[in-house]
């Protein structure tokens, strides 16, 4: 995949180049000659540990940063102990940021214990100048603070931290273009995410992200397609298309292209035999689109579809763009073109201002279109969006109650989905061996469902035909038959 001589055959004796991704070779082949020699001192291997806390999007930059320490030559570790610590940071709900704020507070004292360490925060909370604040009083043991527009940095960071042995912070309020040609490391061996577009410029009302992701920047088609063909003569069959609205992919390209239209040059991949993508906004969602879909060996009968919520009322205050309407007829839509399509979403419980009529509304579409499966969250206040200053904010226990009331719904429907499915016979991809019980082997139907069957490691990335033979409410038993 990437070629290492690129770093390796990078002139080191001078100042570094201005331009990128020439700079980071630069830096990366000055970190690997210093690792080398702090593995001579300490008459070991470097640890590494990575905690990547936030969405697909956060998971595809900890496998670029992972790859960048990984060449510098550190090892997986435990995080206590580890030389390296990096915290990819999540911040789209406040129990996100109250999680790294309790890591810190235990790692001040390993740090103590262990002084070689450092500790590295990255991801989309640094990218709040109050969360930054906070850190540089209250834990000032942390070595590098990074933001989400500058991840491909990471090896001059921490050149710059160790020549200085200060805190290094560098956060850039916006992205300076798209830097390609740098190494990633991949989870797995037959699956990959592939980044499509960067930054959201939705700004629904309650959501942080365009605010720490930055506007809305599409790659080139040519790198997509490209960074696929390697993937695919690589061994991956499946790849998932990410950005935080796919359906808008193409708009600010020099020369426009839709997001059906990557997905038919995506289709043509020879040797690719999944496509998936995340996530769909509803307001976006074209009639090509679903054309595509439908007209496609290759894209996943499975379809994210965030509601966030049921009431046209709430839908206009959190600046969704659509209505109840909109979207049960865009369901309509769909299905009528793919009857096998699996939905499922993301719905927010307790925004400002939502009455029991408005979450009448919210079920009333879930029973509706029945989706497969929801992710639910209660609603968070997040500093900084226009929802954290609306006046009603809905008292706790009338939101846990209306959460509870949603969770046995979403349940029941999703129940007697997976019910009507046993007996079927279905394409699975086999992924992993079953962390508790290594007799079973784990993998995903085209509906993005997950079933075990008795099988072994060797069947792992390959796609074999299941029998389903018992649902176990979210989840499947199955027999392979093929
Ligand atoms: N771009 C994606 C979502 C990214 S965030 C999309 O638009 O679908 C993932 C989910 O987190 C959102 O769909 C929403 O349901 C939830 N979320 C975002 N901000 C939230 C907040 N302030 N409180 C609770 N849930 C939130
Ligand atoms: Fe947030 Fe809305 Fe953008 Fe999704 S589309 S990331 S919910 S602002
Ligand atoms: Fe979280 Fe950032 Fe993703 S806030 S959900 S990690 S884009």
């Given at each position: 995949m990437f070629d290492y001589n690129l770093i390796e055959n990078t002139?080191?004796?001078?100042e570094a180049p201005e331009c990128e991704p020439a700079r980071q070779y630069y830096f990366m082949k000055k970190c690997r000659l210093w690792a080398q020699e702090e593995e001579k001192r300490m008459g070991r291997k470097l640890t590494l540990s990575m905690q990547t806390m936030g969405c697909q999007m956060n998971a595809r930059d900890s496998e670029k940063l992972e790859a960048i320490l990984t060449y510098i030559g550190y090892e997986t570790g435990e995080e206590t102990v580890a030389d390296f610590v990096l915290y990819n940071t999540c911040t789209v709900r406040e129990n996100a940021n109250l999680k790294v704020y309790g890591r810190l507070g235990y790692m001040k004292n390993q740090k103590r214990k262990n002084p070689q360490m450092k500790i590295a925060m990255c991801g989309c909370m640094m990218q709040e100048p109050t969360v930054v604040e906070k850190i540089k009083k209250s834990y000032s043991f942390v070595d590098m603070i990074f933001g989400t527009h500058n991840v491909y940095k990471l090896a001059e960071i921490l050149y710059t931290q160790i020549e200085s042995e200060r805190m290094v912070i560098d956060i850039w309020q916006e992205a300076k273009g798209v830097v390609e040609d740098l190494p990633s490391v991949r989870k797995y061996s037959f699956k990959a995410g592939v980044n499509i577009m960067y930054g959201c410029?939705?700004?629904?009302?309650?959501?942080i992200v365009p605010y720490v992701r930055g506007r809305e920047r599409s790659r080139e088609p040519e790198e997509i397609l490209r960074e696929i063909r390697n993937l695919v003569a690589d061994g991956v069959i499946e790849i998932m298309l990410l950005g935080q609205n796919v359906n808008s992919y193409g708009k600010t390209l020099e020369q426009p292209m839709t997001f059906a239209e990557l997905l038919r040059e995506v289709e043509k991949i020879e040797g690719l035999e999944r496509i998936r993508f995340m996530t769909s906004h509803p307001k976006d969602l074209s009639d090509e689109l679903i054309q595509a879909m439908s007209e496609s060996k290759k894209v996943c009968t499975h379809l994210h579809l965030p509601l966030q919520s049921g009431s046209t009322d709430i839908l206009q205050k959190m600046n969704r763009r659509y209505t109840k309407e909109d979207y049960l007829g865009l369901v309509d839509r769909i299905k009528e073109k793919m009857p096998n399509i699996s939905l499922t979403t993301d719905l927010i419980v307790g925004f400002p201002g939502e009455t029991e009529e408005d979450f009448l509304e919210t079920l009333d579409v879930v029973k509706k279109v029945r989706y497969e499966s929801v992710y639910s969250f209660i609603y968070s206040k997040r500093t900084g969006t226009p929802a954290a200053a609306m006046?009603?904010?809905?008292p706790e226990d009338v939101v846990k109650d209306r959460f509870n009331r949603l969770l046995q719904t979403i349940q029941s429907i999703s129940h007697e989905i997976t019910d009507s499915k046993v007996g079927e016979v279905v394409d699975v991809l086999m992924e992993e061996v079953n962390d508790h019980d290594e007799s079973l082997i784990t993998g995903r139907l085209s509906s993005n469902a997950v079933v075990h069957c008795k099988g072994d490691e060797n069947l792992i990335g390959k796609i074999c035909q299941v029998k389903l033979t018992e649902s176990k409410g979210f989840y499947f038993m199955g027999e392979i038959v093929q």
């Open positions: 002139d080191i004796s001078g410029n939705n700004f629904c009302s309650y959501c006046e009603n904010q809905v």
